[in-house]
Protein backbone atom coordinates (compact mmCIF):
# COMPACT_ATOMS: atom_id res chain seq x y z
CA UNK A 1 0.00 0.00 0.00
CA UNK A 2 1.43 3.65 -1.09
CA UNK A 3 -0.83 6.32 0.72
CA UNK A 4 -0.86 10.12 -0.72
CA UNK A 5 -1.68 13.47 1.47
CA UNK A 6 -5.08 14.90 0.45
CA UNK A 7 -4.99 16.70 -2.60
CA UNK A 8 -2.81 14.52 -4.69
CA UNK A 9 -3.97 12.91 -7.40
CA UNK A 10 -2.75 9.82 -8.27
CA UNK A 11 -3.63 6.89 -10.42
CA UNK A 12 -2.90 3.12 -8.97
CA UNK A 13 -1.11 1.20 -11.65
CA UNK A 14 -2.76 -1.76 -10.99
CA UNK A 15 -0.27 -4.05 -13.66
CA UNK A 16 2.27 -3.96 -11.67
CA UNK A 17 0.51 -6.05 -8.42
CA UNK A 18 0.40 -9.18 -11.38
CA UNK A 19 3.72 -8.74 -11.60
CA UNK A 20 4.62 -10.26 -8.08
CA UNK A 21 5.09 -13.42 -6.62
CA UNK A 22 3.72 -14.41 -3.55
CA UNK A 23 5.78 -15.44 -0.92
CA UNK A 24 8.89 -14.08 -2.93
CA UNK A 25 8.23 -10.48 -4.08
CA UNK A 26 5.33 -8.22 -3.42
CA UNK A 27 5.04 -4.46 -5.81
CA UNK A 28 2.61 -1.96 -5.70
CA UNK A 29 2.91 1.55 -7.58
CA UNK A 30 1.40 4.53 -8.24
CA UNK A 31 1.41 6.96 -10.70
CA UNK A 32 1.49 10.43 -9.64
CA UNK A 33 0.83 12.43 -12.96
CA UNK A 34 1.33 16.41 -11.78
CA UNK A 35 4.42 15.53 -10.74
CA UNK A 36 5.06 13.40 -13.18
CA UNK A 37 6.26 10.50 -10.87
CA UNK A 38 6.04 6.60 -10.59
CA UNK A 39 6.16 5.48 -6.98
CA UNK A 40 7.36 1.43 -6.90
CA UNK A 41 7.41 0.01 -3.80
CA UNK A 42 8.91 -3.66 -3.31
CA UNK A 43 8.98 -5.90 -0.64
CA UNK A 44 11.15 -8.87 -0.78
CA UNK A 45 10.58 -12.18 1.69
CA UNK A 46 14.14 -12.80 3.60
CA UNK A 47 14.50 -16.70 2.36
CA UNK A 48 13.84 -14.98 -1.42
CA UNK A 49 15.13 -16.46 -4.48
CA UNK A 50 17.35 -14.22 -5.60
CA UNK A 51 16.99 -14.56 -8.96
CA UNK A 52 13.48 -14.58 -9.22
CA UNK A 53 13.45 -11.71 -7.45
CA UNK A 54 15.55 -9.78 -9.56
CA UNK A 55 14.34 -11.31 -13.07
CA UNK A 56 10.60 -9.49 -11.41
CA UNK A 57 12.19 -6.18 -10.55
CA UNK A 58 14.10 -5.74 -13.92
CA UNK A 59 10.81 -6.84 -15.97
CA UNK A 60 8.84 -4.28 -13.80
CA UNK A 61 11.00 -1.35 -14.19
CA UNK A 62 11.27 -1.71 -17.85
CA UNK A 63 7.09 -1.50 -18.03
CA UNK A 64 7.33 1.09 -15.75
CA UNK A 65 9.62 2.68 -18.78
CA UNK A 66 6.66 3.38 -20.56
CA UNK A 67 5.64 5.94 -18.56
CA UNK A 68 7.75 8.66 -20.37
CA UNK A 69 9.11 11.49 -19.03
CA UNK A 70 8.34 10.19 -15.36
CA UNK A 71 10.53 9.57 -12.50
CA UNK A 72 10.42 6.56 -11.41
CA UNK A 73 11.17 6.33 -7.54
CA UNK A 74 12.10 3.19 -6.40
CA UNK A 75 11.08 2.44 -2.39
CA UNK A 76 11.11 -0.75 0.10
CA UNK A 77 12.19 -3.44 1.74
CA UNK A 78 15.10 -5.43 -0.20
CA UNK A 79 16.27 -7.63 2.97
CA UNK A 80 19.71 -7.58 0.80
CA UNK A 81 22.98 -6.71 3.18
CA UNK A 82 25.14 -5.05 0.99
CA UNK A 83 27.80 -4.58 3.56
CA UNK A 84 28.09 -8.15 4.32
CA UNK A 85 30.18 -9.85 1.49
CA UNK A 86 28.85 -13.19 2.17
CA UNK A 87 25.07 -11.75 1.10
CA UNK A 88 26.30 -10.37 -2.31
CA UNK A 89 24.56 -12.09 -5.65
CA UNK A 90 25.90 -11.76 -9.17
Known sequence: MILTRDGIECEDVSAVKDMSVEMNVEMVAVKIPERKIVILGVYQ???????????KLTYTLQELSAFEKFNIILTGDFNIDFIDESDQRN
Open 45 to 55: KPSRDFKCFMD
